[in-house]
């Protein structure tokens, strides 16, 4: 949640001329209604699993850049599915992550006190998302151009699946 990976999926997938596929976006445009909606009227359950099924869908059809809502990666079904992709981890620090996601906002976990349920969820999520990436980018400081540079770099090549 406010790692950029959004905005620098779309940079990335400029750059390799290819589309770029967001779960979340899968998720409300299946279901004709906003994440929070989901969460307020069916709960979180619900969104995990129409969540893990979007993921399972992106993976099985979409060959461009796949941007993965921030918990997706803690269910284990979806942990196996990532396996052998190139999976890369952007990491925010909670000072960045809360300035980019502000303080007004709507998502449905940052309820209360925003800083302290940001830094819950990194706490959290951060050691499920470094053992599942196969790289770790850091964001914090950096412009989504500098970010996907840092991608580009750690990949070894310019387009995931693509030997140099």
């Keep these: ?15 390799w001329g290819v589309p770029l596929r967001d779960t979340d976006a899968d998720v ?4 004709g209604r906003s994440i929070s909606d989901i969460f307020v009227d069916d709960g979180e359950a619900t969104f995990r ?10 993976l099985a059809e979409h060959t461009g850049v796949l941007s993965l809502g921030g918990g997706a990666v803690l269910d ?3 942990q196996a599915a990532l396996a052998g992709h190139p999976v890369v981890f952007l990491r925010v ?13 709507s998502r449905p976990l940052l309820l209360g ?12 999520r951060a ?4 053992a ?11 412009t989504p151009d500098q970010v996907a540079d840092a991608i580009v770099a750690a990949l070894g090549h310019d387009l995931p699946g693509v030997t140099p």
């Excluded at 409300?28 to 279901?31: G, I, L, S």
């Excluded at 699993?49 to 992106?58: F, K, M, S, T």
């Design 1 to 15: 949640m406010g790692s950029g990976k959004s905005t620098v999926g779309a940079v990335l997938a400029e750059r």
């Design 28 to 31: 409300e445009a299946e279901e």
């Design 49 to 58: 699993a129409l969540e893990r099924a979007a993921v399972a869908a992106a």
């Design 76 to 78: 284990a079904d979806t």
């Design 93 to 105: 620090g909670l000072s960045e992550a809360v300035k980019r996601v502000g303080l007004g906002t």
């Design 113 to 124: 006190n925003v800083r302290a349920q940001v830094k819950k969820l990194l706490d959290e």
């Design 127 to 130: 050691p499920v998302y470094a």
């Design 132 to 142: 599942v990436a196969a790289h770790t980018v850091d964001t914090d400081g950096r």
